[in-house]
């Protein structure tokens, strides 16, 4: 039985999708345990190219069965277009996709208030993606969350009318259109009908196949650093985003979750607020315009910045790394000279990432390296062998920061285009 836990040493967006793809071929469970539809992984391979918020990205291995745990909080607008567009990709779901029943739904009227909140907090706005994501989770944890076991009884129609009441008070206050029951629970009671035939308790199928010797591949949304406790408080995301997440999240024990997978970008990237040491204002800039990426679930123009090792090495520790997954070299082909930053210094003092708060982090000083880059195209490479030595230092300066082999490395977007060593 092997256990691996996917996740990502930064802000999110580190490739981890790509990463899972690669992987998925020898799993036989692959699962989401934690976040939404606040979470995009993008793959590309035989079938096409595709952007999953909610899906497993493992799921278009042929033999593996996709579960998206009760840690999971479920637009289901979202999860059932995207079983219609894989199904008719010809990645069929239908038997070997199960949503856990403890999950709880996304109502609209979280998406209105998380869009509410957002602009009455203004300039102090968290850059949320106004998904719905922080609000449900709010509900959640305050006990006015509606799941889809609530769905199987007219219990769904009790919370929703209690909840209605409550939240048009509040949307009506900040100058929202108050929602009408009627529509709402028509809505959702359609939903339902479509959502019901992939809704299974969960726990039997992890547990039976932790005692056969399955293989489980665990899918994190987001990055390390958009945990709620550990990431960069409050510019982060609703819901526990380290390995233990999964505990909670899917029922899988601690004790099993021994191989962690860190994916980690070869550069540094953030989408919305908060705090990122070594970003690069200068838009006209050859490397910012190298770096310049498009968030996949929010279409925004992600912050770029060299590769911070402090962040890196912080994941390494937080989650027991056992390998690193490195990402998007491919991008850094072409630069003369690159960066990186190996550590922090506050008030003249070198620190951790951990020594300080979001606001402190946004006043570090780098302490930069810079490292001889390569012209040659990379793209081809299949083996570590073929890169270019300048690349093969970099890598291995990554691996010697953070205490963690670096075992897979992508030269490209596809999933052929990875090598490993």
Known sequence: MTVIAVIGSQWGDEGKGKAVDFLAERADYVARFNGGNNAGHTVINEFGTFKIHLVPSGIFAKNAVGLIG?????????????????????????????VSPRSHVIMPYHKILDGLYEEAKGKGATGTTRRGIGPVFADKVS??????????????????EVQLTLKNKIITALGGEALEFNKVRDEYRAYYGKVKPYLKELFSIVQDGLKADKTFLLEQAM????????GTYPFVTASTTIPSAATAGLGIPPKYIQNVVGVTKAYTTRVG?????????????????????VAATTGRIRRVGWLDLE????????????????????????????????????????????????YGLDEVECMYESFPGWSEDISKAKTFEDLPANAQKYVKMIEEAAGVPVKMIGVGPARDETIRR
């Open 273 to 293: 607020g908060g705090p990122l040491p070594t970003e690069i204002h200068d838009t006209e800039s050859e490397v910012y315009k190298k770096f310049g990426e």
């Open 223 to 230: 990055g390390s650093f958009l945990d709620t406790d550990w």
């Open 70 to 98: 009760g840690g999971v909080v479920v637009d289901p607008s979202v999860l059932i277009e995207e079983i219609e567009m894989l199904n008719k990709s010809g990645v069929n779901v239908d038997g070997r996709l199960w």
């Open 311 to 358: 962040i890196v090495r912080t994941a390494a520790q937080l989650s027991g790394m056992t390998e690193i997954c490195l990402t998007k070299l491919d991008i850094l082909s072409g630069l003369k000279e690159i960066q990186v930053c190996t550590q922090y210094k506050f008030n003249g003092q070198t620190i951790r990432y951990a020594d300080v708060d979001a």
């Open 143 to 160: 006990y006015n969350g509606i799941r889809w076991t609530d769905f199987t009884s007219d219990m769904f129609e009790q919370r929703l």
